[in-house]
Structure formats: structure tokens, C-alpha cells
């Protein structure tokens, strides 16, 4: 909340929202050590605060934000950005409100455990708005700047739509899988679904670590089809709607299964 600055009515203009958004961001990998450990799922009307929806997936992180709240240096940090990024002045207070759940963190704060505690209990199971993925991919542009332009350019290339992606030249929607892909997956990929789990697990959490192993191990029974059925199965629960098609084919090429990802894709084979 800043008294004299209205960041509701800010956030809700494009150009003022992705400036904002930016503030949020710098702030937090200021406060809890890098851009990992966290995700923000949601910003919104929280009236009168402008409302931050974050979730942490390491106590490290955590602890480092507690800590930067409970000295001022997240206060600190907001300031310097709001001043650069906003074109404001130095004289204004920010007021902040830390909760987890129905908990206001901000009466504890001097007991870490418990506020880490509360937190444990208060991981949302909202999945992140659409609306900040897009603000993230926009921070991305940013950071990475304009792309290097060829020397020559014979064609320009259409833009690939963003709900879309392009595989062998072509342009496919992009799409939440369904329970057809993974059947057929399922029944095509053979042995090399530990191939396609590793390559899926570069962006995927839950499928980290000994994850392909265990789910190996727990339905070696059952048989290829089954411990594939229930790779994919395991990754649409833990990415959700951000379990997209493209994310398999570009697995499915990393692990040089192409005709699998043209097969999934309807694409006539090749003559």
C-alpha cells in the first residue's frame, strides 16, 4: 500500500501492470536470494492493499524472506524499485501486510518456526493465473533483449501465435494434453518413457530426482504401458494447465522420438 499512489488503478493498465509486476519480482529475488524457491501465482485487488499471491517450494528461500521482511530490507527493496521503475520520489511510506492463510505473519514474525509453520499449512493449490505467465514471459523478453537479426533475410517469418507452436515447420495450437494423448503416448513410447520423463523433468518438479526410478520400480509389474500411462498421468497433475502439448513434443524430439511426437500430432508419415 502506498499512501498517495493508487498501484490498484496502476496495475490495471498494461503498461502500468507489467512495471508493476517487474517491482514485485525484483523485490522478491532481492529478498529471498535469486529467482528460485518461489512462484507467483497471483496478483490481485486486495482492498486497500494491492494483493501478491506467492508460493514458496524451498524452506531456504522462505526463511531468507522472513528474515528480509523482519529487518525492513524487503520495505527497502520495494522502495528503490517502485522509485526507479515508477518515476516516483523518495517521500511516500509503503504498508505491507504478510498472511498465510487467515494468519497475519506480521504478529509472529519474531518466531520463525511458526511462521514457517503457518506457511506449511497455507500452500495454496491455486495454479498460477494465466495472466502472470504472461507478465512472466514478458520479463524474459526483456531480460534476453531483442533476438540478433541475420545477416540476410530472404522471407520474413510469420510469428507463431502464443497460444500455438511450431513442429517441422509447421504451427499446431497449443493445448492442455487430454487423456487420448495419453493413451497414445502410452502405446507408442516403449521403453524409452524414462527418456521422455528425464527430458520432461528439466521443467517439471514432481519428475526431479529419483522420481523416474521409483515410478519404474513401483509399476515394473504392470509393464511398460502402465509405468508411461502413469509417467504423463503424474505430470498433468503436477503442472496442470501448464501441462501443454508442446512441452511433450519437445520432449519426445529431445529424446529423438519424432515420429511418436508427428504420429501424436496427426501428421501424414513421410513418403
Known amino acids: 500500500l502506498f499512501p498517495g499512489v493508487d498501484l490498484l488503478a496502476l496495475y490495471k493498465g498494461e503498461q502500468g501492470k507489467f512495471i508493476i509486476f517487474k517491482v514485485i519480482k525484483l523485490t522478491l529475488r532481492d529478498s529471498a536470494g535469486g529467482l528460485g524457491g518461489y512462484e507467483i501465482l497471483k496478483v490481485h485487488d486486495a482492498e486497500p492493499f494491492l494483493g501478491v499471491e506467492v508460493k514458496f517450494v524451498d524452506v531456504a528461500?522462505?526463511?531468507?524472506?522472513?528474515?528480509?521482511?523482519?529487518?525492513?530490507?524487503?520495505?527497502?527493496?520495494?522502495?528503490?524499485?517502485?522509485?526507479?521503475?515508477l518515476g516516483l520520489t523518495q517521500d511516500f511510506t509503503v504498508r505491507t501486510q504478510l498472511k498465510?492463510?487467515?494468519?497475519?505473519?506480521?504478529?509472529?514474525?519474531?518466531?520463525?518456526?511458526?511462521?514457517?509453520?503457518?506457511?506449511?499449512?497455507s500452500q495454496p493449490e491455486r495454479l498460477r493465473d494465466e495472466e502472470i505467465d504472461?507478465?512472466?514471459?514478458?520479463?524474459?523478453?526483456?531480460?534476453?533483449?531483442?533476438?540478433p537479426q541475420p545477416p540476410t533475410v530472404t522471407q520474413e517469418e510469420s510469428p507463431v501465435p502464443s497460444n500455438c507452436?511450431?513442429?517441422?515447420?509447421?504451427?499446431?495450437?497449443?493445448?492442455?494434453l487430454t487423456a487420448a494423448d495419453v493413451?497414445?503416448?502410452?502405446?507408442?513410447?516403449g521403453r524409452q518413457w524414462k527418456h521422455?520423463?528425464?527430458a520432461l523433468g528439466k521443467s517439471c518438479r514432481a519428475l526431479k530426482g529419483p522420481a523416474i526410478d521409483n515410478l519404474a520400480y513401483e509399476y515394473?509389474?504392470?509393464?511398460?504401458?502402465e509405468q508411461a500411462y502413469q509417467l504423463l498421468s503424474r505430470f498433468i497433475q503436477a503442472e496442470g494447465r501448464a501441462a501443454k502439448?508442446?512441452?511433450?513434443?519437445?520432449?519426445?524430439?529431445?529424446?529423438?522420438?519424432?515420429?511418436?511426437?508427428e504420429n501424436m500430432l496427426g501428421m501424414q508419415p513421410r513418403e
Not at 507478465?135 to 531480460?143: F, M, N, V, Y
Not at 493413451?183 to 513410447?189: C, D
Request: hydrophobic share 40%; with cysteine.
Open 61 to 85: 528461500a522462505c526463511q531468507q524472506f522472513l528474515e528480509s521482511y523482519s529487518s525492513g530490507a524487503v520495505l527497502q527493496s520495494l522502495n528503490q524499485h517502485a522509485c526507479r521503475l
Open 100 to 121: 498465510a492463510g487467515h494468519q497475519n505473519l506480521d504478529l509472529c514474525l519474531d518466531q520463525l518456526a511458526v511462521c514457517l509453520q503457518h506457511i506449511h499449512l
Open 134 to 147: 504472461h507478465l512472466e514471459q514478458q520479463l524474459q523478453s526483456q531480460a534476453l533483449g531483442p533476438a
Open 165 to 176: 507452436f511450431k513442429f517441422q515447420n509447421r504451427v499446431f495450437e497449443d493445448r492442455m
Open 183 to 189: 493413451q497414445s503416448f502410452s502405446n507408442g513410447v
Open 196 to 198: 521422455v520423463g528425464r
Open 220 to 225: 515394473e509389474r504392470e509393464g511398460l504401458y
Open 245 to 261: 502439448l508442446s512441452r511433450l513434443v519437445r520432449a519426445l524430439e529431445d529424446s529423438k522420438l519424432t515420429s511418436l511426437a
